[in-house]
């Protein structure tokens, strides 16, 4: 569990796994390392999550009508509220935006500038990657300075995907 006592040993960790913090997530309590990390009490029914820097104070992001089960949440670490779809894609893209994010299904925005960390750019199948294959970049994404790095020009449209994609499948599984 989250605690003002063992935070700095927490913090240690995620600074060890060279990354900018842990971002937690829950909804329905389907996810019990975040359920035993949030110690969340009573009725959770909206989308949780808790952003916890490898240095600095943690935050969590909560729904307006559900603050009862923070009542653990320490006194003295942000909570930010959303009430909608909209402040909370706008919360989120302030707790994430500018540092390592490593979510796969992660929402870029339009104007987000995707790097390749210098460490990545060595990598073998990167540098194979990059020499062996003749890609166009997406009509979405433009080049910023060297090819390691792209600025989201526009946000995609279906016709800019040349992959056959079952978009149902897709929405099945985010369904879940």
Request: glycine letters at 6%; a neutral charge; zero cysteines.
């Amino acid at each position: 569990m989250l605690t003002l006592k063992n935070l700095p040993d927490l913090q240690a960790a995620i600074a060890d796994a060279n990354v900018d913090g842990w971002l937690i997530f829950d909804f329905h309590g389907t996810n019990p390392i975040a359920g035993g990390m949030l110690r969340l009490t009573g009725l959770v029914s909206r989308r949780v999550f808790a952003f916890i820097p490898h240095h600095g104070t943690p935050v969590a992001l909560t729904h307006a009508i559900e603050q009862g089960p923070w009542a653990r949440w320490p006194k003295e670490w942000k909570r930010e509220v959303y009430s909608s779809w909209r402040s909370l894609d706008e919360h989120l893209a302030a707790l994430v935006n500018g540092k390592r994010v490593t979510i796969p299904s992660y929402r870029v925005r339009q104007g987000d500038v995707v790097a390749l960390k210098p460490a990545s750019r060595e990598l073998f199948h990167v540098r194979r990657n990059l020499d062996t294959l003749d890609r166009q970049l997406p009509p979405w994404l433009e080049t910023v300075g060297d090819r390691f790095e792209v600025r989201v020009f526009s946000l995609p449209l279906r016709e800019h995907i040349d992959e056959p994609v079952q978009e149902q499948l897709i929405v099945e599984l985010y369904s879940k």
